[in-house]
């Protein structure tokens, strides 16, 4: 068991004012500036790659496909990076992942501008991508708590979620008009160029030596990890139900450009739109999800998911563009609220020893059951329509949403530290 003393959660709700008090710690400072440049980066390539994926083939199917490659290693290596990132200095690791992203987003660039880019080799590169993302994200994950304790660390959960969808609003937003204007090469170029804002922050950041922990069998700490986040009742049902959720309704984020197309009849601004609505919903999401009190954190994941499927069914029929991005609102602010609650509860719950392998679980259920989804509802909108498909993920997420409330009724849940 850690030595960290146990601490209950703030019971209250923190003030606006409090998310910037975390800007008190310097390297989470660094971490905010560098992460928010790349992330515009990454936001632009997202629309970028899914716009010259149907471009070159137009099928659904193709852009399940892509998303697919780019997160399903996150479902199959995410537990053993979270063990990995429990062991090692995960600055140092986080140095290395951002450097071989910025390597991938450099290739995508150069293929594209050569003229020369084929679809394969965009699968490639995702997939590359993939196995990237599953060492960083549960890294960085759990690298929050690093930077600015326990006292800060939901207030630093939230401003992460503010800085990446701040990113989404205003990334997408330039990705559609550079797209129509100079093309998807240079998007591509400029991701790779925004990866060096977080590594410079990275390098530049400063931390006192962590006690060594002694490591034990890898084999043997993956199966302590499963079998805690099994035992203890809140992680699983909140997991549980994010993996549903994500597999079912996120998944309509890659096929937003058959819609932009095919039942919007938009172009690539069009779709930039339609991103940047997302964007706006979730950054909405992210500041209410820090003014929602400690009492009422349990009961927001199953509010969150029956409010995201019953929006998801709503954007899914409609065929005006000003109408879909005006749902996309709701659509994007449920689901903030459903992985920012759900990420909330797992990392205070979590005892320390175990924070690394907790978080990369959340990020298997979270990002690994996405490309399934992708792959599964891609197909079934290529056989009878994306609106149809995606129609079906929204029905899912609210199945899903009365299922955990089954399962935790009569439960009394409390949000504290673990030892």
Partial sequence: MSDTPPIEAPLQAPSALAL??????????????????????????????????YTLTHSPLLLGVTSFAGQVPVFFISSFAGMVSDRVDRRKLLVVTQGLAMLQAAA??????????????????????????????????????????????????????????????????????????????LCFTIDAISYGAVLIGLLLMSFAPRPRREPGHPLRELKEGFAYVWRTREIRVSLMLIAVCSAFGATYIPLLPAFARDVLHEGSQGLGFLYSAIGCGALI?????????????????????SAFGVSLILFSHSHWLPLSMLLLL??????????????TIIQTVSSEHMRGRVVSFYAMGFMGMMPWGSLLLGWIGSLIGVSDAVTIGGAVCILAALGAWLDRRGSNWKIEAAE
């Fill in 285 to 305: 999401g992210a500041y209410a999800l820090a003014r929602i009190h400690d009492h009422h954190l349990t009961r927001t994941p199953i509010i969150a998911a």
């Fill in 20 to 53: 910037l008090r975390v800007f008190r710690h310097r390297n989470y400072r660094l971490f905010f500036s560098g992460q928010l440049v790349s992330l515009m980066g990454t936001w632009i390539t997202s629309v970028a790659q899914g716009w010259l994926v």
């Fill in 108 to 185: 995508l660039a150069t293929l594209t501008l050569m003229g020369i880019i084929q679809v394969w080799e965009i699968v490639a590169l995702a997939l590359f991508k993939g196995f990237v993302n599953a060492f960083d994200v549960p890294t960085r994950q759990a690298f929050t708590i690093d930077m600015v304790g326990r006292e800060d660390l939901r207030n630093a959960i939230s401003l992460n979620s503010v800085m990446f969808n701040l990113a989404r609003v205003v990334g997408p937003t330039i990705a559609g008009l550079l797209v129509a204007t100079v093309g998807e090469g």
């Fill in 330 to 343: 709701p659509t994007a602010f449920s689901l903030m609220l459903l992985g920012g609650s759900t990420n």
